[in-house]
């Protein structure tokens, strides 16, 4: 209830987030974000753009709220313990060691997102893909399997996993039910985490992150990609995430974890100080595979030949019930947290 009542409450409409056509997949992002944005901005250079500054804790969560009262974002936090403080260092550490001993070429440190180092590991389907399947990289696939592996990583994801299902649970419920069917049928798709609902994870190597602004269009749009951010630096000077489409620069501590539709709304990080480190992990699932399953497992150019009736009925929009509201979440947000059924 704290939490709720220091919510940040937004103009916007989530229905009227870039959606493509169908829901699992968002618009592609416009000429000027592909290509005259992509640069680092500084936090004096977004006030003077009338950003505002959104001082934070990283401990205590601050729901965001659209203009329908539904909560689209969550700025989540952090358990208040030494235990945790202790992990998250340690997954630090492990993330920065081994970027220390691979050897990431050039092109590695220069993509799209920004100029750092970058491996996503876990489930994909799309651009062409004929089943959902995992990723590989073989260069890089044992320093994957080592993080995977490790036990604060693995304790930093199941702690997003639990902050999504109490902020969205129906939403949760929808990953969940659909994260079963796709093991029931293709049960050698292993996933990253036992602990997490999450399909894919990025471990964003640094050693100063600071991402370019952009949209992750492959994601699906109506949910969430957890960020938790960790490293020495300044909170109050740089690695704030910043929500151009709200106007927003919110301060993001070391250990602190942030639910975005990182789809639809877009994001970058401010930059740390040149003596100072950051990196980030963030977990999300493609669109894809959810329309994947949401399709009978099938393509959806075999779903319209198949089913033209169930086609059309998947191409209505959806997903923006999945969220919740403010009153729903004081009332009994334990009976939101219901069984989502593929296609329904």
């Not at 229905?15 to 290509?35: I, M, N, S």
């Not at 492990?94 to 491996?119: C, N, Q, V, W």
């Amino acid at each position: 209830m704290p939490a709720l009542s220091t919510a940040l409450h937004a103009t916007i409409d989530a229905a009227a987030l870039p959606v493509a056509h169908g829901t699992y997949a968002a618009k592609t992002e416009d000429a000027d974000v592909q290509w005259g944005s992509r640069k680092r901005r500084h936090l004096d250079d977004l006030v003077k753009l009338g950003f505002q500054v959104v001082h934070w804790n990283g401990h205590d969560p601050r729901p965001l709220v659209d203009a329908y009262g539904r909560i689209f974002a969550v700025l989540v936090g952090q358990p208040r313990c030494m235990s945790w403080d202790a992990e998250v260092w340690r997954a630090f550490y492990a993330i920065i060691d081994e970027s220390t001993a691979a050897t990431f070429p050039s092109d590695m440190r220069k993509h799209r997102r920004g100029l750092y180092a970058a491996l996503n590991v876990g489930l994909s389907y799309g651009q062409g893909q004929h089943l959902p399947s995992r990723l590989h990289n073989p260069q890089y696939d044992p320093l994957l399997d080592r993080l995977l592996g490790n036990p604060a990583i693995a304790q930093m994801a199941t702690f997003a996993s639990a902050a999504f299902a109490l902020w969205a649970p129906r939403l949760y419920g929808y990953y969940r039910c659909h994260n079963d069917a796709l093991h029931t049928h293709l049960p050698h798709l292993h996933r990253n985490f036992s602990g997490s609902v999450f399909s894919c994870a990025a471990f964003n190597f640094g050693p100063r992150v600071c991402t370019f602004r952009h949209r992750d269009v492959l994601n699906l749009p109506f949910g969430w990609c957890a960020i938790q951010a960790a490293g020495h630096f300044d909170v109050t000077k740089g690695g704030h995430l910043v929500l151009w489409d709200l106007k927003l620069a919110v301060e993001f501590p070391h250990g602190a974890l942030i639910f975005v539709p990182s789809a639809t709304i877009t994001h970058s990080n401010v930059p740390v100080g040149p003596d100072e480190t950051r990196i980030s992990f963030t977990q999300f699932t493609a669109g894809g595979l959810m329309r994947y399953v949401d399709n009978g497992f099938r393509t959806e150019e075999q779903l319209q030949e198949q089913d033209p009736e169930e086609f059309a009925r998947l191409l209505l929009e959806m997903g923006l019930g999945l969220l919740s509201t403010i009153d729903e979440l004081l009332a009994d947000p334990a009976e939101l947290l219901i069984e989502t059924s593929p296609s329904q």
